[in-house]
């Protein structure tokens, strides 16, 4: 039995993506979770996982190919049967494996299950009008000699289709991490191609030079680092061209003679790098409300009270559905501001901010939090703490949240006013709950009173739609079973 | 409450806490200060501790009966009475 490894969904509003590079060739067995694989999308290069032990039989796409979500990548086989046989002969060594050498040419057969060394054209790669968002007229400039430029570049012998802007997966991903616009850069790569080191020009033009700007580092890795306190100047990249993968920050992780010291101080640098910034670039409004969330508190204790412990429903459930469901009234908050439009997210996909025991803070995703229940919600809290807590997030989670929540829980203070999470466009804070006064139809009385707070980008919203917003947050929150 | 009901409530809190919170090292916490204070623990932590300890001693903690346990030593004391033969 075989089947087919499709080209995963990295994000809300993924078309498709391109091989950059396998971390494994036919013949051994890949387990459950192992990376096999580098996408380069939209939002940088993406390290791909498998969700079942399986045998690879065939790389379907090589390096280099732009594959549409969804179409075969590789042909796994079952483990365990034994003997499938249909390995061909010419297949890279596993010692060769992470960068198969073959790149597809333009005249490949469209057969699309043919082994590597006769690489298929993916439906999209011999069509020069796939154009991104960086497509326009090639560079007229002289193409000089190839300069020390990413590594990746190299990777698969690739041959992009001619008449495109060509930009390098990493440069695409620095650029998008630091802000610069790829339509404002010169390529000096080859055929005018933009290299990382156009990128990093143009970085120190502007006086930004982050410490670790010669790392080539996945996406996954550096948030595993970020989550496991892994120093990236210290580690030698086993990815393709050097590149530093998860694999490479978990051994680096379990080894011992890590400096806590070190580690941390990498840790505040990264938030570092993304909080300043989105406070340099988000123009931000603050807007606060108090909901007595008595009502709320009784259901959920009556809820759990004959509930056994990993039943129970945890405050921050309801503030992440009262979030979720204000936002199927106000899209304008949920998604992001890029290249001077907002761009609504595709599913409402939250991002939650969770505090590390030993400093720092990591903000994974829960998915489509509109479509689940309460309970689902709380389950997927729970397990996205903990694993949050021990290094084990997923690329998708740490990639594609539409909107943050944070929460002060229960030992915090009474007002959180959040820090924008960039491209993202708000980031609703709870408080902790506290006993108030609370005059309501004429009467005082002592209400449990939870402070709700909306952080907000003013390019892509106005104060009078994020009070409307926030009071429609507070409205579930006081009327949680009518909601 | 007897003195081995004791010390396997404290061998449960360690294990879970171990799990939870490695960071933390049991025998440094005060047994009369906020446990959660002292660990550090969110309302997700104490839910895992809370379901760890139900699951391994097969205690009833109802949601009503946690500001009975804020302290290292109210979680034994309480965790011992209610777990152990006859019980």
């Given at each position: 039995?075989?089947?087919?490894?499709?080209?995963?969904?990295?994000?809300?509003?993924?078309?498709?993506?391109?091989?950059?590079?396998?971390?494994?060739?036919?013949?051994?067995?890949?387990?459950?979770?192992?990376?096999?694989?580098?996408?380069?999308?939209?939002?940088?290069?993406?390290?791909?996982?498998?969700?079942?032990?399986?045998?690879?039989?065939?790389?379907?796409?090589?390096?280099?190919?732009?594959?549409?979500?969804?179409?075969?990548?590789?042909?796994?086989?079952?483990?365990?049967?034994?003997?499938?046989?249909?390995?061909?002969?010419?297949?890279?060594?596993?010692?060769?494996?992470?960068?198969?050498?073959?790149?597809?040419?333009?005249?490949?057969?469209?057969?699309?299950?043919?082994?590597?060394?006769?690489?298929?054209?993916?439906?999209?790669?011999?069509?020069?009008?796939?154009?991104?968002?960086?497509?326009?007229?090639?560079?007229?400039?002289?193409?000089?000699?190839?300069?020390?430029?990413?590594?990746?570049?190299?990777?698969?012998?690739?041959?992009?289709?001619?008449?495109?802007?060509?930009?390098?997966?990493?440069?695409?991903?620095?650029?998008?991490?630091?802000?610069?616009?790829?339509?404002?850069?010169?390529?000096?790569?080859?055929?005018?191609?933009?290299t990382?080191?156009?990128?990093?020009?143009?970085?120190?033009?502007?006086?930004?030079?982050?410490p670790?700007?010669?790392r080539?580092?996945?996406p996954?890795?550096?948030?595993?680092?970020?989550?496991?306190?892994?120093?990236?100047?210290?580690?030698?990249?086993?990815?393709?061209?050097?590149?530093?993968?998860?694999?490479?920050?978990?051994?680096?992780?379990?080894?011992?003679?890590?400096?806590?010291?070190?580690?941390?101080?990498?840790?505040?640098?990264?938030?570092a790098?993304?909080?300043?910034?989105?406070?340099?670039?988000i123009?931000?409004?603050?807007?606060?409300?108090?909901?007595?969330?008595?009502?709320?508190?009784?259901?959920?204790?009556?809820?759990?009270?004959?509930?056994?412990?990993?039943?129970?429903?945890?405050?921050?459930?309801?503030?992440?559905?009262?979030?979720?469901?204000?936002?199927?009234?106000?899209?304008?908050?949920?998604?992001?501001?890029?290249?001077?439009?907002?761009?609504?997210?595709?599913?409402?996909?939250?991002?939650?901010?969770?505090?590390?025991?030993?400093?720092?803070?990591?903000?994974?995703?829960?998915?489509?939090?509109?479509?689940r229940?309460p309970?689902?919600?709380?389950?997927?809290?729970?397990?996205?703490?903990?694993?949050?807590?021990?290094?084990?997030?997923?690329?998708?989670?740490?990639?594609?949240?539409?909107?943050?929540?944070?929460?002060?829980?229960?030992?915090g203070?009474?007002?959180?006013?959040?820090?924008?999470?960039?491209?993202?466009?708000?980031?609703?804070?709870?408080?902790?709950?506290?006993?108030?006064?609370?005059?309501?139809?004429?009467?005082?009385?002592?209400?449990?009173?939870?402070?709700?707070?909306?952080?907000?980008?003013?390019?892509?919203?106005?104060?009078?739609?994020g009070?409307?917003?926030?009071?429609?947050?507070?409205?579930?929150?006081?009327?949680?079973?009518?909601? | 409450?007897?003195?081995?009901d004791?010390?396997?409530?404290?061998a449960?809190?360690?294990?879970?806490?171990?799990?939870?919170?490695?960071?933390?090292?049991?025998?440094?916490?005060?047994?009369?200060?906020?446990?959660?204070?002292?660990?550090?623990?969110?309302?997700?932590?104490?839910?895992?501790?809370?379901?760890?300890?139900?699951?391994?001693?097969?205690?009833?903690?109802?949601?009503?009966?946690?500001?009975?346990?804020?302290?290292?030593?109210?979680?034994?004391?309480?965790?011992?009475?209610?777990?152990?033969?006859?019980?």
């Amino acid at each position: 039995m075989s089947s087919e490894y499709p080209m995963p969904s990295l994000g809300a509003g993924m078309v498709d993506g391109t091989i950059v590079g396998w971390y494994v060739a036919p013949g051994p067995v890949v387990r459950r979770g192992e990376v096999v694989g580098l996408v380069d999308t939209e939002k940088g290069a993406i390290e791909i996982e498998v969700w079942e032990d399986a045998e690879v039989l065939e790389v379907l796409a090589p390096p280099g190919t732009k594959v549409p979500v969804g179409e075969p990548l590789l042909r796994l086989g079952t483990v365990g049967e034994g003997g499938d046989e249909t390995v061909p002969a010419d297949a890279p060594e596993p010692d060769d494996a992470p960068v198969p050498t073959v790149a597809p040419g333009p005249d490949d057969a469209p057969e699309p299950v043919e082994p590597v060394a006769a690489a298929p054209s993916p439906p999209k790669a011999a069509v020069p009008s796939t154009g991104t968002e960086e497509a326009g007229p090639p560079s007229t400039s002289p193409a000089p000699p190839p300069t020390s430029g990413p590594a990746f570049e190299d990777a698969g012998g690739t041959v992009p289709p001619v008449g495109r802007r060509r930009v390098s997966p990493a440069a695409r991903k620095r650029a998008a991490e630091h802000g610069i616009a790829l339509s404002s850069l010169r390529g000096s790569g080859p055929g005018g191609a933009i290299t990382l080191a156009d990128v990093e020009a143009a970085e120190r033009s502007t006086g930004e030079s982050p410490p670790d700007a010669h790392r080539r580092v996945t996406p996954v890795a550096r948030q595993a680092a970020e989550v496991l306190g892994v120093d990236l100047d210290r580690l030698e990249g086993t990815g393709p061209g050097g590149a530093v993968s998860r694999r490479d920050v978990e051994a680096a992780a379990e080894s011992p003679g890590g400096d806590e010291e070190e580690r941390h101080r990498a840790m505040r640098r990264a938030i570092a790098a993304a909080m300043t910034r989105s406070k340099q670039e988000i123009p931000h409004y603050y807007l606060a409300t108090s909901v007595a969330v008595d009502v709320t508190l009784d259901w959920l204790a009556a809820v759990n009270r004959d509930r056994a412990p990993a039943e129970r429903i945890l405050p921050i459930a309801m503030y992440l559905k009262a979030v979720a469901s204000a936002l199927k009234k106000f899209p304008e908050f949920n998604g992001f501001w890029e290249d001077g439009a907002f761009r609504p997210g595709e599913g409402i996909h939250t991002g939650l901010a969770i505090s590390l025991r030993r400093g720092g803070l990591v903000v994974p995703a829960i998915h489509d939090v509109d479509e689940r229940s309460p309970e689902e919600i709380g389950a997927a809290v729970v397990d996205v703490v903990g694993r949050a807590r021990t290094g084990k997030l997923r690329g998708s989670e740490v990639s594609d949240a539409t909107i943050t929540v944070t929460s002060m829980g229960d030992r915090g203070v009474e007002t959180v006013y959040g820090v924008i999470h960039p491209p993202q466009v708000a980031i609703v804070g709870f408080g902790r709950v506290v006993e108030r006064p609370w005059a309501e139809g004429g009467m005082l009385g002592v209400r449990r009173v939870l402070r709700v707070t909306l952080s907000a980008d003013h390019r892509a919203s106005d104060g009078h739609r994020g009070g409307l917003f926030l009071a429609q947050v507070a409205e579930f929150l006081q009327n949680p079973e009518v909601s | 409450m007897s003195q081995a009901d004791g010390t396997l409530a404290r061998a449960a809190i360690v294990a879970a806490l171990a799990r939870i919170a490695p960071e933390v090292d049991v025998d440094l916490l005060d047994p009369a200060a906020d446990l959660r204070e002292e660990a550090d623990l969110d309302s997700v932590d104490l839910m895992n501790l809370v379901v760890a300890l139900h699951e391994g001693l097969g205690v009833e903690i109802p949601e009503s009966d946690y500001d009975q346990l804020s302290t290292l030593d109210e979680m034994i004391a309480y965790l011992a009475a209610r777990s152990g033969p006859g019980k």
